[in-house]
């Protein structure tokens, strides 16, 4: 028996992800969340109940993962709106290009900051 799966990321890279599941169990949930190298996991907590709204989209794309970007304001989203993507490389691709501006700016700062000093001298 399938359960769904919803939980949502809090990332410091860039805008965070909501992410639901039709997964054959908790491991198989996990699975799909770590082929998005997503900031979260999903546990036994979010689980929904079969009559859950979400639950009638991830029926739609058994054991795929679904993202979406998470509002800013954390407040919940309709079901349907904005439209979920399916599969993970999408949400894999979103995050590896947040993660790689944070690094660019970083090493920029870090650039700008050694130049500073060696004027200073």
Same mark, same amino acid.
């Given at each position: 028996?399938?359960? #769904? &799966?919803?939980?949502?990321?809090?990332?410091?890279?860039? *805008? $965070? +992800?909501? &992410? /639901?599941?039709?997964?054959?169990? =908790?491991?198989? @949930?996990? @699975?799909?969340a770590d082929s998005a190298d997503g900031l979260g996991r999903p546990s036994k907590d979010?689980? +929904?109940? $079969?009559?859950?709204? +979400?639950? @009638? /989209?991830?029926?739609?794309?058994?054991?795929? =993962?679904?993202?979406? #970007?998470?509002?800013?304001? &954390?407040?919940?989203?309709? *079901?349907e709106e904005p439209p979920w993507q399916v599969g993970a490389e999408g949400a894999r691709l979103l995050r590896q290009a947040d993660v790689d501006r944070f690094t660019e700016v970083r090493e920029a700062a870090v650039v700008r900051r050694r130049e500073r000093r060696k004027r200073a001298r």
């Open positions: 028996m399938s359960t #769904v &799966f919803y939980w949502a990321e809090h990332s410091p890279y860039g *805008p $965070s +992800l909501e &992410f /639901v599941c039709q997964a054959e169990g =908790l491991a198989q @949930a996990r @699975a799909l979010d689980r +929904l109940r $079969s009559n859950h709204p +979400l639950a @009638a /989209v991830a029926a739609r794309h058994p054991g795929d =993962l679904l993202w979406r #970007v998470r509002r800013e304001d &954390f407040r919940p989203h309709s *079901p």
